[in-house]
């Protein structure tokens, strides 16, 4: 039920932002924790994001001028900020959330978290010290993010030929390297090592099943009568050799691997082929991962674009005492600096 309220509980949020900045107190009147272009941002939008954040943290929300407090008052600010800087540009390049689309979402989730009960809603609202125009309003920062990253994701696509060199390029992705059902025991000395072998040389099934679970340091060997099934490539090189180049159901003498220590080994099946899926049959997978790479890259730049141009441009002036610490605009600018 608490679903609903998930995009308004700030310690879910405080640890994704990324706002801009700014100097100076023109602007300001004295209601206000920052501005924003021409948003204005209230002190009560921040006593509201840290009531939440209180509620949250309860009794482990660190007090009044510590260090933790002064961190989770700046990473509010900043969510506030961002919130702004999001409204602002989506404003100036024209994409618009109506009260409709806002009454409508809400109405989709007060159907999905509560049967469409009206009661049950204001119910929840009060639980959580919240009011019906805070959800709206944080209903309203998420559908104008959805749209701006719609805008900014939908011309995006992924060509057959960017899907063929992916596939190229991550070979191991998509093929399976020659494997071989073996049986072996590991040792830590010689003299033992030799034994095994001449006991498994002149015993049968049985014999290593139970030289196995009696001395094997191998987990995957010890209780499987020393069976398992090794990919070319994936053990240590002197085994990996016995196992890919050993007479099917013959007993190599004892190998030596300084990490390990002794080994036996018998092959217990021809080698199984290399094997490599189509691309035909993971082009749409490959498509899905490339696109969502995209997307994810075009959001990010996107976002940090929108921080520099309000860092750069001075659009965001803070009240005393609310500036964020560290400021959020020293990577912005150490960025700008550095290409």
Same mark, same amino acid.
């Given at each position: 039920?608490?679903?609903?309220?998930?995009f308004?509980?700030p310690?879910?949020?405080?640890a994704?932002?990324v706002?801009?900045?700014?100097?100076?107190?023109?602007?300001?009147?004295?209601q206000?924790?920052?501005?924003?272009?021409?948003?204005?941002?209230?002190k009560?939008?921040?006593?509201?994001?840290?009531?939440?954040?209180k509620?949250?943290?309860?009794?482990?929300?660190?007090?009044q001028?510590?260090?933790?407090?002064?961190?989770?008052?700046s990473k509010?600010v900043t #969510?506030?900020v961002?919130?702004a800087e999001?409204?602002?540009?989506?404003?100036?390049?024209?994409?618009?959330?109506?009260?409709?689309?806002v009454?409508?979402?809400?109405?989709s989730s007060?159907?999905? $978290?509560?049967?469409?009960?009206?009661t049950k809603?204001?119910?929840?609202?009060?639980q959580?010290?919240?009011?019906d125009?805070?959800?709206?309003?944080?209903i309203?920062?998420?559908?104008?993010?959805?749209?701006?990253?719609?805008?900014i994701t939908?011309s995006?696509?992924?060509?057959?030929g960017e899907?063929?060199d992916?596939y190229?390029a991550h070979?191991? #992705? $998509?093929?399976?390297?020659?494997t071989?059902?073996v049986?072996?025991?590991?040792?830590?000395?010689k003299?033992l090592?030799?034994?095994?072998?001449?006991?498994?040389t002149?015993?049968?099934?049985?014999?290593?099943?139970? #030289?196995?679970?009696? $001395?094997s340091?191998?987990?995957?060997?010890?209780?499987?009568?020393?069976k398992?099934t090794?990919?070319k490539?994936?053990t240590?090189?002197?085994?990996?050799?016995?196992?890919?180049?050993?007479?099917?159901?013959?007993?190599h003498?004892?190998?030596h691997?300084?990490? $390990?220590?002794?080994?036996?080994i018998?092959?217990?099946?021809?080698?199984h082929p290399?094997?490599?899926t189509?691309?035909?049959?993971?082009?749409?997978?490959i498509?899905?991962?490339?696109?969502t790479q995209k997307k994810?890259?075009?959001?990010t730049?996107?976002?940090n674009?929108?921080?520099?141009?309000f860092?750069?441009?001075?659009?965001?002036?803070?009240q005393?005492g609310y500036?964020?610490?560290?400021d959020?605009?020293?990577s912005?600018?150490?960025?700008?600096?550095?290409t």
């Amino acid at each position: 039920m608490r679903s609903l309220f998930k995009f308004i509980l700030p310690i879910l949020l405080l640890a994704v932002l990324v706002a801009g900045c700014g100097g100076g107190s023109a602007g300001l009147n004295s209601q206000d924790v920052a501005v924003v272009g021409k948003t204005h941002i209230s002190k009560a939008d921040y006593d509201t994001l840290l009531a939440q954040a209180k509620r949250s943290l309860g009794k482990t929300f660190p007090k009044q001028g510590t260090a933790e407090f002064a961190s989770i008052k700046s990473k509010a600010v900043t #969510l506030l900020v961002q919130q702004a800087e999001r409204a602002e540009r989506a404003s100036s390049e024209g994409i618009k959330v109506t009260d409709k689309q806002v009454s409508d979402r809400l109405a989709s989730s007060k159907k999905r $978290y509560f049967k469409s009960s009206e009661t049950k809603y204001r119910k929840q609202l009060k639980q959580q010290h919240l009011t019906d125009a805070q959800v709206r309003n944080d209903i309203r920062s998420e559908l104008i993010y959805e749209a701006i990253v719609n805008k900014i994701t939908k011309s995006l696509s992924v060509s057959n030929g960017e899907v063929h060199d992916y596939y190229i390029a991550h070979p191991q #992705l $998509y093929s399976k390297a020659q494997t071989r059902d073996v049986r072996h025991i590991l040792v830590k000395s010689k003299p033992l090592a030799q034994s095994i072998y001449s006991q498994l040389t002149a015993g049968n099934d049985k014999t290593w099943c139970t #030289l196995a679970k009696k $001395y094997s340091q191998d987990p995957s060997s010890k209780n499987a009568c020393g069976k398992l099934t090794v990919s070319k490539g994936q053990t240590v090189p002197n085994f990996d050799k016995v196992a890919f180049s050993e007479k099917t159901k013959v007993i190599h003498a004892p190998i030596h691997d300084a990490s $390990y220590g002794w080994f036996v080994i018998e092959p217990l099946s021809g080698i199984h082929p290399r094997t490599t899926t189509p691309e035909k049959q993971v082009a749409s997978t490959i498509k899905d991962t490339l696109l969502t790479q995209k997307k994810n890259q075009a959001i990010t730049d996107w976002f940090n674009n929108l921080s520099k141009s309000f860092c750069s441009g001075g659009k965001i002036k803070y009240q005393v005492g609310y500036k964020p610490s560290p400021d959020p605009c020293a990577s912005t600018t150490s960025t700008n600096t550095s290409t």
